[in-house]
């Protein structure tokens, strides 16, 4: 912590020298860069497995169920401005069930996947008439949307310890995860257990969405999950490069989305000025595809 706190001091002269970016003398935009730092790996490597696995919308289900979680913790009487307990609890509930019932039915996951949304989000919606009288509905936006220059410790903390979880599960499983994915029938022949590395795998995104709710936003989550990835995904034709540039565009976004709307005064939400940067990195990569022989071939 005193490393940290050393750290910041020395980021501080350095903007307030001119030396990197002036916005970074402020302790609340130092807290959004360490929050950054933070997500962007754990996000971008996860996205290339939510690219490979078809799981585009799992994500924004929970981030959406994450609302309902919320008005169920400020019912219970846990803070409204960090009521992790009930959104960690909720969500996890939330995403178990939904793979449950897609192994169990057959259905097909975007139909599953809506009417699980549909679902939690009526229910949240209804919760929200019985806290309105307790908290301003206003202060909710923040989960859909984020907000990551308004993070404090408690945010940091629960972001650090989640990543660091998810990371030390997935590493040693990636290859196992990776090949259940592809080739389920070739996993289970080589005695892989397909179904627990699918909840396995449903679980890391599910408490991953959940922390990065109140940074980037409910709304926006699945979408930094996903547009980096498939921005690496324009260019490259090995897993080792998929992911890495995945990684890149997922941290590079993040970054800027923070420092450019500060810098320069562009009235735009972080969150938002953070998906836009990574859109930007999607775009140039089609156009590079489109344009550049070299990665026409490009395909994961």
């Known amino acids: 912590m005193m490393g940290l706190e050393g750290f910041q001091q020395e980021i501080m002269m350095m903007a307030g020298r001119g030396i990197v970016p002036w916005a970074l003398y402020y302790?609340?935009?130092?807290?959004?860069?360490?929050?950054?730092?933070?997500?962007?790996?754990?996000?971008?490597?996860l996205g290339t497995m939510v690219v490979a696995k078809r799981m585009a919308f799992f994500s924004q289900a929970v981030g959406?169920?994450?609302?309902?979680?919320?008005?169920?913790?400020?019912?219970?009487?846990?803070?409204?401005t960090s009521p992790y307990i009930s959104m960690f609890s909720f969500c996890i509930l939330f995403a178990l069930l939904l793979n449950f019932t897609r192994n169990h039915t057959k259905m097909a996951s975007d139909t599953l996947i809506g009417v699980f949304l549909s679902i939690s989000l009526a229910l949240?919606?209804?919760?929200l008439l019985f806290i309105s009288a307790k908290v301003n509905t206003h202060i909710l936006e923040s989960i859909?949307?984020?907000?990551?220059?308004?993070?404090?410790?408690?945010?940091?903390?629960?972001?650090?310890?989640?990543?660091?979880?998810v990371l030390a599960t997935g590493i040693p499983l990636f290859n196992r995860m990776l090949l259940s994915s592809l080739n389920p029938a070739l996993a289970h022949v080589r005695g892989v257990k397909?179904?627990?590395?699918?909840?396995?795998?449903?679980?890391?995104?599910?408490?991953?969405?959940?922390?990065c709710?109140?940074?980037?936003?409910?709304?926006?989550?699945?979408?930094?999950?996903?547009?980096?990835?498939?921005?690496?995904?324009?260019?490259?034709?090995?897993?080792?490069?998929?992911?890495?540039?995945?990684?890149?565009?997922?941290?590079?976004?993040?970054?800027?989305?923070?420092?450019i709307p500060m810098q320069?005064?562009?009235?735009?939400?972080?969150?938002?000025?953070?998906?836009?940067?990574?859109?930007?990195?999607?775009?140039?990569?089609?156009?590079?595809?489109?344009?550049?022989?070299?990665?026409?071939?490009?395909?994961?």
């Open 213 to 259: 709710v109140k940074i980037i936003g409910a709304v926006l989550v699945e979408a930094l999950l996903l547009i980096p990835a498939a921005a690496a995904r324009n260019l490259n034709r090995s897993l080792g490069g998929f992911m890495l540039w995945s990684v890149i565009f997922s941290v590079s976004s993040c970054l800027m989305g923070i420092i």
């Open 144 to 165: 859909l949307f984020g907000s990551i220059l308004t993070v404090n410790q408690l945010d940091i903390s629960v972001l650090f310890f989640v990543s660091v979880l």
């Open 124 to 127: 949240g919606a209804s919760l």
């Open 194 to 211: 397909v179904q627990l590395m699918e909840y396995i795998f449903v679980l890391m995104i599910t408490v991953v969405t959940v922390a």
């Open 264 to 300: 320069f005064d562009i009235p735009i939400p972080s969150g938002g000025a953070i998906i836009l940067c990574a859109a930007c990195f999607f775009l140039i990569t089609s156009l590079m595809r489109g344009f550049m022989p070299q990665f026409r071939e490009a395909k994961i």
């Open 27 to 45: 302790e609340f935009v130092f807290n959004a860069v360490i929050c950054a730092l933070i997500i962007g790996p754990v996000l971008g490597a």
């Open 64 to 80: 959406n169920a994450a609302l309902t979680g919320v008005a169920i913790g400020v019912l219970i009487g846990e803070s409204y």
